[in-house]
């Protein structure tokens, strides 16, 4: 498993690099000018040929990404275009807030979509399997940030249980936390919740109408103990590589969540660095974002051998 | 001293309560005032007080500034003593030289480009040399071009994330959150401690309309600026909220840059540009794409404005008869193609126009172009024409410095202008009276639209969505021309 954790953090140098070439040539590749929006309507040629050398833009892509390399190498990923903040510590702000929202989201997800598999694998073709699949159906179709109005409009605007926008750190107060992250985090979830849903269900059928299955109910063991000890430990395998993609797909869903709950996380700082053409501020982001998804499909793959001696390496 | 200092604080605090909370549709880029290109001014007044500030009716009031005098291209101001910055400094001449004197240099805001350089004359009095005469200087001093920054905070390369200046709030940088709020609380040192009457203003940035919608349904805030769409709309209707149209705003307007016909002969017709102004429906436009949030147009100015000219209202009603009788007069009766470049918010808008102008042969082609690219493409020959929009309350002298001079900004044909309207131009700047220069400019906004070369299209008014509270707040002052709230005196909602 060791061995499995460092070659796992050895491959993402690679890929970080590969990662930050793409990032750097494809930004370069756009054809707007971030000059354009910091001078905005008024600005002078003079003023934009300035900037673009005080910026480095006039550089060739290649040294101007052989110079970032060198200091993001000693851990300085730069200075926002537009402003004195730094990338690392605008990242660093906002990263707490969109793993909140990931994680609360996650747990959501696997809660409703673990118990709607199950329910629905317990009794097939049954109103209950019916049930658990239109809505998961449903749950697939819907875009998160439609549900997410919904939900603000009825629980935040109608009901004023929670808040409509923003986000409170959970240092600041629990309750206020858990409160500002339930509507985004409940929009953000159900999709995955109906995928982990159907994939649940599929493999939880499967598993019940194995022979190991039989002889433990043949052994007189509980409903109970058959479905959690013996059924899900081993259903839960294709859910688990379900899972890694479905984190993936979260943290990716978060950047519109973030929008219409207003909250500022690395979607919102995304979206930003983006429209300005924040360069350095993109480069750090997908550095952050890559490092991010090989961390859970490390995970992911730690928890599947777990479940899965045959998966372990050797 | 410092005790004293206390004492004297806490006889001012005592009324300081409470907290109001602002939110801006724009996501701050910086708080130094002097490198400010655009919107986010709410960021800045609460830290930053300017030499001059706007009046109720939009004339020049004096704020660190008592008095002012322009003599040819000598300006004079005397300046408010007793005043500091949050920092300790002394606010005197000195001080305020330093600061038009970066600003020259950073060459940022266009109201000081006609500043050669500024001196202290005494230790309250400021002297401005013009390069040129200047009627609009004392109004540009009136924004960003007039706010001060702490001398020491000049050179601070993060000056745009710790700003330093003599308002009656102070940046609080450990309870503020990057991206999200900016607090500010009382500062101590003010100079009019009687006007600070909140112990806590926040400027939220949601740039998104219907998140910051839903947060002043829910009382999250309790004031926020809107531009002309539909969530100003459902504002406008909910029966809980209010939407206050203010002075200023953005008036939206086609340019026929060709204007002398080199790359499109049609354009160089005045017939064929005055059909195109007769051909929109201002009020199917304002409707379908405004909300009925915009008023129509017909001049750079906005209803109110010392320039605006009330008979040009109407001056090119729709009326799609007398414009295709102007194409069959032209020596262009079968119309005509031209490209017009795009960007995505502009492109309903657009395809608006693109139809009125079909109605009279005209075929448009809408371009589309990068966000952020409208304004630099605009200044080049790539496009015959093009659209933008324009704050109604900038001085007039600036529609001649961006479109009418040969040099103008957005005259990138080199288009020479008419005699009378170039007279009509020079005259506006002879008086930093706006009395004065009325005259002139009204007769400039005639001329305009005889020759039809800027086709004014609607004024959107600046948009609060406030909170019924807030819309009974009698302390809330809107800052004229301005999307912000002025802070000097605002107390908190009951």
Redesign the interface.
Known sequence: MFRLIAHRLLALVPLLLIVSVLTFSFTSL????PV?????????Q??HEMLRERLGLNEPVVVRYFQWLGRAAQGDLGTSF????SVT??VM??LPVTLSLTFVSALIAIIVGVAAGIAAALRPRSWVDRFATLGATIGQAIPNFWFG?IL?AVF??SL?WF?????TPISTSPWEWLRSVTLPSIALGLSSSAAIARQVRSAMVGVLQQDYIRAARAQGLSTRRVIFRHALTNAMIPVVAVLSFQITVLLGGALIVE????I?GLG??AI?AV???DIPMLQGLVLVMVALVVVVQLATDVIYGLLNPKARPS | MSCALALAAGQAWAQEAGTFRYAEQV?L??MDPQQQ??SGVPFLRPVYESLFEKGPDGENVPLLATGYEVDGLDVTITLREGVSFSNGEAFNAEAAAANINRGIKL??I?GLRTVESAEAANEYTLRIKLKEPDPAIINSLCYTGGMMIAPAALDD??V??NPVGTGPYVYNASES????VRVYTPNPTYWDKDKIGLARYEV???P?D???L??L??G?IDAGNWLSNAQAAIIDRAPDLELIRHNGGLNYHVIISDREGTVVPAFADPLVRKAMALAIDRDAFNQAIQFGLAVKSFQPYGQGDWAYDPSLEGVYEYDLDKARELMAQSGFPEGFTFDMPSIPIYQSRLEALAGFFQEIGITMNIVP?????L??RSRTTDFPATN?VWNTITDPKFVALRYIYEDA?YNPFKAKPSDELLALAEEGLNSVESEERAPAYKKMAAQLADEAFLIFVTNAPILFGVSEKTANNPSVVYRYGEDSINLRGLVAND
């Open positions: 756009l054809p707007s000018d354009d929006l910091i001078l905005g309507d008024t600005g002078t003079e003023q537009f402003n004195s903040v510590s605008a702000q906002r109005l603000v935040a605007v004023r808040p409509a926008t923003g986000f929008q219409v709950f207003a500022n919102t700082l930003t429209r300005q053409q | 996501k880029i910086t290109s655009g060459d940022v266009e390369p993060a745009d994330r959150r990057e991206g999200e939220w940035e949601i998104d219907t998140a910051r839903n947060s349904r829910t999250q172009l990068e966000p952020g690219t304004a630099r933008l900004a």
